[in-house]
């Protein structure tokens, strides 16, 4: 009788209930527990009390331990029913149904202990993370990874949605901003509102090239004068007037009609520029 026998049988007779688990699971389950302990080894690099380090190490073992047995009656389940005493008989007849039920319950219990294993190895493998300081590293990776699809999907939509058809006529008591240069934005028109945030996400009027920050800047409007504000941009933002470069501080600086923008450093060929239109 075959192994592949012996699981159906017991599965349709003797009341087998985690017969999933090492069909499916308990494979996956001991590389993620071998795994997390390898992690914690490469954490513990650096720690320098060997006893914390020794616990450590002892503590994310338990979950290789607690599955280990269901993946190898995974591998051989004639083998393992032998151990408790299970002889697989030649065919079904030969099986004594009070043995096939003492044998799934045992399996059953078997089975447990790897599901309660696989839930430590994914706490073992958090617990190393931040152990060995990579968390930050992830959440870096993360965030890095969530701009990019984002920028990604941004610069589609603004390709589908404004590239084609008439152009927009732009219209605002207290002007607009026309982009003259940019990687993909040329040639757009914004109208001025109090308000407003200039950036690559979470903003109005949105620019994707990569020297503009997430939120670059805020225009406001004062009794009809408009200003803008840079908000801790990482690479700057710079007015240019009458042949002179301002760098605003994060003070709120008037614009006037003909000002040229720069977002990041007015020598930089990267720089988005944009001009402040208000015709009177």
């Not at 069909?23 to 060997?50: E, H, T, V």
Request: aromatic share 8%; hydrophobic share 45%.
């Amino acid at each position: 009788m075959s192994d592949y026998q012996l699981w159906r049988y017991l599965e349709q007779y003797a009341e087998l209930r985690n017969g999933w688990w090492y069909g499916i699971a308990a494979l996956p389950a001991i590389i993620l527990a071998i795994s997390a302990y390898l992690l914690m080894i490469l954490a513990m690099r650096r720690q320098k009390n060997l006893a914390i380090a020794g616990l450590w190490l002892l503590l994310a073992g338990i979950p290789a331990v607690l599955i280990g047995p269901s993946f190898y009656v995974s591998l051989s389940l004639g083998a393992a029913a032998q151990r408790i005493g299970f002889n697989t008989p030649a065919n079904e007849q030969g099986i004594a149904r009070a043995q096939a039920l003492q044998l799934s319950a045992a399996l059953d219990q078997v089975a447990t202990l790897g599901i309660t294993g696989a839930a430590l190895s994914v706490a073992a493998m958090l617990a190393a993370v931040i152990l060995g300081g990579y968390a930050p590293q992830l959440t870096r990776t993360i965030t890095e990874t969530f701009e990019k699809v984002s920028e990604t999907v941004t610069k589609t939509l603004t390709s589908v949605v404004g590239g084609g058809g008439r152009k927009r006529t732009v219209r605002s008591p207290y002007g607009k901003f026309k982009v003259e240069r940019s990687a993909t934005h040329s040639g757009t028109e914004h109208a001025v509102r109090d308000g407003i945030v200039i950036g690559k996400m979470n903003a109005d009027i949105i620019i994707t090239d990569p020297l503009v920050s997430r939120r670059h800047a805020r225009v406001h409007v004062q009794d009809s004068r408009v200003l803008l504000e840079d908000l801790g941009s990482t690479n700057g933002t710079f007015v240019r007037r009458d042949g002179r470069d301002e760098e605003l501080n994060g003070t709120p600086f008037e614009l006037r009609h003909g000002d040229e923008v720069y977002l990041g450093p007015p020598d930089e060929p990267d720089a988005v520029v944009l001009r402040y239109i208000r015709e009177s």
